[in-house]
């Protein structure tokens, strides 16, 4: 795929997507920490969101005439990217998630940038200019301020739950790099994260069945946990959406960008939500995102 398209989105609109996106992802962060203290292990968590998340974006098609198309040929590709995108991170975010802050969860993220230059270097998918090298040099080094600190401090006793996190950039930055790639002709972005979707619950339910016995320990109220998860599944459906569209239209190394916006939201949820505090270092950080989104912003 190119790197960009003649009908692709301006530059300014892409930015405000991945601002958007970014954003999203740290919300996502936020409810996952709010569900992790609710009392529903991760994989019931994983089994609701993906069931509301496959109805929401199967009613979004059904408006859209958007239906999914004949699975013939497209199984392969929505069996990996369903496990790239849904189920290991997933997993790797719910049980990190009771374990270290909101911010340094999302801070993790900002790796997959890293993850999806090396391979779009390794198999020349797209072109990787030196003006998004230095973004995420830039990128890398606001993480570094903020990381650094955390390893030094007593606290390195969360290396093994940082580690966990790490496996959901990881997983993020091979799957833009893998769809971009291998994007099945004729596929539209609603029918591409409807299938994935989809896919990921079929993947998930039998060892749902296994570990729960197939039913839900709902709660007998309405709980912060269960708001959570519908704040998530809502996060969700619009951050899936502006995902696909940009790896559709900007390339695979693009739209993990939008891992630098995250950390910053999702540090700022963490402020609002769980009266996280964090140190000026962060807020110069800050200056080096904005510096890595102007380059980043430069090439959409």
Not at 223 to 230: C, F, G, M, N, S
Not at 268 to 276: H, P
């Given at each position: 795929m190119n790197d960009t398209t003649a009908t692709g989105p301006g530059r300014l609109l892409a930015a405000g997507l991945l601002i958007l996106m970014g954003m999203m992802w740290g919300l996502q962060f936020a409810m996952l920490k709010l569900t992790s203290q609710g009392g529903y292990s991760e994989i019931?968590?994983?089994m609701i969101a993906l069931v509301l998340l496959s109805l929401a974006f199967l009613a979004i098609s059904h408006v859209r005439g958007e239906h999914i198309r004949s699975l013939r040929g497209v199984v392969p590709f929505?069996?990996?990217t369903s496990v790239l995108g849904y189920v290991?991170?997933?997993?790797a975010a719910l049980t990190a998630a009771g374990e270290i802050s909101t911010g340094l969860l999302s801070l993790t993220g900002c790796t997959s940038p890293v993850v999806a230059v090396i391979i779009a270097l390794l198999l020349r998918t797209e072109r990787v200019s030196p003006r998004r090298v230095a973004a995420v040099v830039l990128g890398l080094a606001s993480v570094a301020v903020i990381l650094v600190p955390q390893v030094?401090?007593?606290?390195?006793g969360m290396a093994p739950w940082i580690l966990l996190a790490l496996v959901v950039p990881v997983s993020y930055g091979i799957e833009s790099i893998y769809i971009a790639r291998h994007w099945p002709a004729g596929m539209t972005a609603m029918q591409a994260v409807t299938g994935e979707t989809i896919t990921a619950a079929v993947l998930v339910f039998p060892i749902f069945a296994v570990f729960s016995g197939g039913t839900l320990p709902l709660s007998s109220g309405w709980?912060?946990?269960?708001?959570?998860?519908?704040v998530f599944v809502a996060a969700g459906v619009v951050e899936s959406?502006?995902?696909?569209?940009?790896i559709r239209h900007t390339g695979g190394v693009f739209v993990n960008f939008g891992t630098f916006v995250s950390l910053f939201a999702g540090?700022?949820?963490?402020?609002?939500?769980?009266?996280?505090?964090?140190?000026?270092?962060v807020w110069g950080a800050v200056l080096l995102l904005v510096g890595s989104l102007y380059l980043v912003s430069r090439e959409a």
């Open positions: 019931c968590v994983v929505l069996l990996i290991i991170p997933l997993f030094d401090a007593p606290g390195f709980t912060l946990a269960e708001t959570a998860i519908v959406l502006i995902y696909f569209y940009l540090i700022g949820w963490g402020i609002v939500l769980f009266g996280e505090s964090h140190s000026a270092l």
